[in-house]
């Protein structure tokens, strides 16, 4: 079955200091990676994705991600945390074009000022 | 260029009735996708459309249904409702199957 896991429920991190969101996934063949953000009320926003190439992904705000095939992961990080940034980030996978999306249960980012 | 519209944005029903949710996507966009967000199975997949036609399901009984309009616009009904269905139904739309999805805002049924 395919799924993906964020092994952490919540994630707290200081302002100014790096984070990481973790993501791994469970997916056979190719797929199309992403990340996806929602902040309190809000829909979800998509954030970045990873479709082929460079295994390093840029998105908004300082935000990349990094693919790593043999891990089967994909971490998001940023070098320097902002209370702004507190939100709840999902990682998504879509397993081989035109199949749905496969969501993980999500990671609530806290910044602490 | 406007974002996906969900309407309506809340919905109190009460258990055995019957809801419908519209969503029109980006315009362009013909693929349409609906998710149910709960706090204890977060983001679960219901169904997609590709031009009128249904690609994709999810696991889901079939009191869920949906269909895509000509103009790409979308609507997902539930029947018999029950006090599980409470949560935030999103609609979700791309390009093309394959691409990333743009989200609504979501509507909020709660069911009593």
């Known amino acids: 079955a395919q799924s993906v896991a964020q092994p952490e429920d919540q994630v707290n991190v200081a302002e100014g200091n790096p984070l990481t969101v973790k993501c791994t996934y469970s997916?056979?063949?190719?797929?199309?990676l992403f990340w996806y953000v929602q902040y309190p009320n809000r829909g979800l926003q998509f954030f970045l994705k990873?479709?082929?190439?460079?295994?390093l992904v840029k998105g908004s705000y300082g935000f990349e991600a990094e693919f790593n095939k043999s891990q089967t992961s994909f971490h998001l990080k940023k070098p320097s945390a902002l209370v702004s940034d507190s939100a709840l980030y999902f990682c998504?996978?879509?397993?081989?074009?035109?199949?749905?999306?496969?969501f993980g249960p999500g990671t609530r980012l806290s910044v602490l000022p | 260029k406007a974002g996906v519209t969900q309407t309506p944005r809340y919905l109190i029903k009460t258990r055995g009735q019957q809801v419908t949710l519209s969503c029109s996507p980006i315009s362009g966009h013909r693929s349409v996708s609906w998710y149910q967000q709960t706090p204890g199975q977060g983001l679960q997949f219901l169904f997609e459309?590709?031009?009128?036609?249904?690609?994709n399901k999810g696991n889901f009984p079939g009191r869920f249904s949906g269909r895509q309009f000509s103009n790409s616009r979308s609507e997902m009904n539930v029947s018999t409702l029950e006090l599980g269905d409470s949560a935030l139904y999103l609609c979700?739309?791309?390009?093309?199957?394959?691409?990333?999805?743009?989200f609504g805002q979501g509507t909020r049924l709660t069911v009593v």
């Open positions: 990873y479709i082929t190439g460079d295994n």
């Open positions: 997916v056979s063949g190719n797929p199309y």
């Open positions: 998504a996978v879509r397993p081989t074009y035109g199949q749905n999306f496969v």
């Open positions: 979700a739309s791309s390009l093309a199957t394959g691409s990333e999805a743009f």
């Open positions: 459309y590709f031009s009128e036609t249904q690609r």
